[in-house]
């Protein structure tokens, strides 16, 4: 089946530390893959997206690039800020009618 | 999260009564998602429909949980005879095709059951 894993949060970081979060994935198929960010009391908004193998998603100073060989999706930011404490999920997507997957979320703290 | 329109925000029924939560999907979407959220948990997919037609419901209880996306207006996830393990943040989704695309997210409706 398919399916999504994320690492397991929370991860709290300090202003401007590196961060990473990983995603790995499995699929029947050649999926899309997704990164979505929720911010409290809000609705899952899109934060990057890689549609094929070695496609890198950027957005706001994150970055993810679509590791076929590893089936990964790894998130990156190298300085985060307090604004970005959030929910993190990891998703992916096939074509013709498939609903997505979505990974537990990994919840991120970002500390003054 | 502009396009999607969730309402209610918030819905508060008593135990034994009807939930109806509403959604009109972004403009030139014609495929809608239905979400359940549990407090400090992921997502969890409860049923797929394109208008008037339901795609894929597997993760739908069989009872009490039913969804339509009729011709005109919005889609509506109705809840007959809530209990407390209903309540949760339930959230809808939209995307203009099934060809790989985002999906556009609502803010969610907040369901409390006393």
């Known amino acids: 089946g398919n399916s999504v894993t994320q690492m397991e949060g929370p991860v709290t970081l300090s202003e401007e530390a590196f961060l990473t979060i990983n995603c790995t994935y499995t699929?029947?198929?050649?999926?899309?893959l997704f990164w979505y960010v929720q911010y409290p009391g809000e609705g899952l908004q899109l934060l990057l997206k890689?549609?094929?193998?070695?496609d890198k998603g950027s957005n706001k100073g994150f970055e993810a690039t679509y590791r076929k060989e590893t089936t990964s999706f790894h998130l990156e930011k190298g300085s985060v800020q307090v604004s970005d404490s959030a929910v993190y999920f990891c998703?992916?997507?096939?074509?013709?009618?498939?609903?997505?997957?979505f990974g537990p979320g990994t919840r991120l703290s970002v500390l003054p | 999260n502009a396009g999607v329109m969730q309402n209610p925000r918030h819905l508060v029924r008593r135990r034994g009564q009807e939930a109806r939560l509403r959604c009109s999907p972004m403009?030139?979407?014609?495929?809608v998602y239905w979400y359940r959220q549990l407090p400090e948990e992921g997502l969890k997919f409860m049923v797929y429909?394109?208008?008037?037609?339901?795609?894929?419901e597997s993760g739908m209880p069989k009872e009490r949980f039913s969804a339509e996306f009729p011709k005109e207006g919005p889609s509506i996830l109705r809840i007959q005879q809530v209990v407390r393990g209903d309540s949760a943040a339930y959230f809808c989704?939209?995307?203009?095709?099934?060809?790989?695309?985002?999906?556009?997210f609502g803010d969610g409706t907040r369901l409390s059951i006393l």
């Open positions: 403009k030139g979407h014609s495929h």
């Open positions: 890689a549609t094929k193998a070695d």
């Open positions: 998703a992916l997507s096939l074509p013709y009618g498939q609903n997505f997957v």
């Open positions: 699929a029947t198929g050649y999926p899309s």
């Open positions: 989704a939209s995307s203009p095709d099934n060809s790989n695309q985002p999906q556009h």
């Open positions: 429909l394109q208008k008037e037609n339901i795609i894929d």
